[in-house]
């Protein structure tokens, strides 16, 4: 007997960009009642913000899934990681990045009802699944909303993503997103 309420789950899943999302929404669909949440204010520039949210509209309305949309609080973003803009990604920035996506997503999930939240984050190669797994939990333990673990890059999901992403000609991006990545992608 399930813990929730309903017999699926009802999931807020933070999605990063369509690339991310295009297999995990497939993955885990049949377990949960699935809604979009993209809520990204590390993405820089504006523009670019636009270009991922387009496509993750696109991809919401291919699988039917709901889709939610956060502000873009960019400034609430360079405020709490300017002074981490020397570290190599993968570090200390990327830590407190996923702490904001992750807490305002368990903030939405459970104000709007939701029994658990997750990310798209862990299916990227170059994100690192424990960290983004190990904060979450941090979040969930502080906030009172489950969160779902995982590492979606596991069993090729990062290839089978890549292969949904070019079927569905979703724009892809060279950098995580954040001002401090374009300079890797370069």
């Given amino acids: 007997m399930s813990k929730y309420s309903t017999l699926k789950p009802r999931m807020l899943l933070h999605v990063c960009c369509a690339n991310c999302a295009a297999y995990p929404v497939l993955l885990l669909e049949n377990d949960f009642d ?12 504006e523009e670019e913000y636009y270009k991922r949210l387009q496509d993750v509209q696109k991809l919401a309305g291919l699988s039917n899934t709901p889709l939610l949309v956060g502000k873009y609080e960019d400034k609430k973003w360079f405020d709490k990681t ?3 803009a020397g ?10 990045c996923f702490y904001l996506r992750l807490k305002e997503t368990a903030m939405t999930a459970k104000k709007d009802g939701f029994d658990i939240f997750a990310t798209t984050l862990s299916i990227s190669p170059h994100k690192n699944s424990r960290v983004i797994n190990e904060v979450g939990t941090l979040i969930a333990k502080k906030s009172g909303i489950d969160f ?16 949904l992403s070019y079927k569905y000609a979703f724009y892809r991006q060279n950098y995580c997103g954040c001002k401090y990545s374009i300079r890797n992608s370069e």
């Fill in 148 to 163: 779902f673990v995982s590492d979606l890059k596991k069993k090729d999901g990062f290839k089978k993503t890549t292969g």
């Fill in 82 to 84: 300017k002074h981490l």
């Fill in 87 to 96: 570290e190599p990604e993968g570090g200390k920035r990327c830590r407190i």
């Fill in 34 to 45: 699935i809604t979009f949440f993209y809520y990204n204010p590390n993405i820089y520039p």
